[in-house]
């Protein structure tokens, strides 16, 4: 398994300011995820973030608004540009473990953010 | 269209009964992945349950097992004996291969609510 820790647990920012979240496992993973989960619906994944490259980012989401790094292989950073209420999400980062990553999906505690 | 469709929206059921949640999937690619979470009110995701599309044996572990049947694209979550503590959203997602490495789609999410 893997331990993943988030900060911050939780924040309240203002509109058109920027939010970094940061997500810290306790093991090397090759693959890191990064989630958006708006009040009362499911996970939508914004992008993959592999150590060395570029973050690839799903349809919807682009780079501008949410910048990724990923300066090693236990760490990761997710910003929320320009804020505006409608990103009041949990914001949550994963990683995949096992042979194929696809075994198993480890998520961290999430950062619960409102945009006032 | 839906890749992950979760057609209960809210189930109950009687402390110490089974409950199966249910889940059908769409993917034309051979290879995939299917997960199962929980997500109490805290937030957290607790990963639950993993089946490949080509193991031959259903998955188990502990009081969770998934019923899957591939023929009809599904992959239903059975918890047994179920414990007041079983009470909270579960997510059905899959991950297939695409151009990046892996798409991970998670279903809308059944609220589970365990009554004494």
């Known amino acids: 398994s893997a331990v993943i820790s988030q900060k911050p647990s939780r924040d309240i920012c203002q509109r058109g300011t920027s939010l970094t979240i940061q997500c810290q496992v306790d093991?090397?993973?090759?693959?890191m995820f990064w989630y958006r989960q708006q009040p009362g619906q499911s996970l939508t994944l914004i992008a993959t973030a592999n150590q060395g490259s570029e973050a690839t980012y799903e349809s919807g989401f682009v780079i501008d608004k949410f910048p990724i790094s990923r300066p090693n292989l236990t760490f990761s950073t997710l910003t929320v540009s320009n804020m505006s209420p409608e990103d009041s999400s949990i914001y949550l980062c994963?990683?995949?473990?096992?042979?194929?990553?696809?075994?198993?999906?480890?998520f961290g505690p999430g950062t619960r953010l409102t945009v006032l | 269209a839906q890749k992950i469709t979760q057609t209960q929206p809210g189930m109950f059921v009687q402390e110490k009964e089974a409950v199966t949640l249910d889940c059908t999937y769409d993917t034309s690619d051979p290879s995939y992945g299917l997960f199962w979470y929980k997500q109490p009110s805290s937030g957290e995701m607790i990963f639950l349950i993993y089946q490949g599309s080509y193991d031959q044996q259903n998955a188990t572990e502990g009081r969770y097992s998934l019923n899957f049947q591939k023929a009809r694209k599904s992959a239903n979550l059975v918890i047994s004996a179920s414990q007041l503590g079983d009470s909270a959203m579960y997510f059905c997602a899959m991950r297939e291969p695409d151009n990046y490495g892996q798409n991970f789609v998670f279903g809308p999410g059944t609220r589970l609510s365990v009554l004494p």
């Open positions: 093991s090397q993973v090759t693959m």
């Open positions: 994963s990683v995949g473990i096992g042979v194929s990553s696809y075994n198993e999906q480890f």
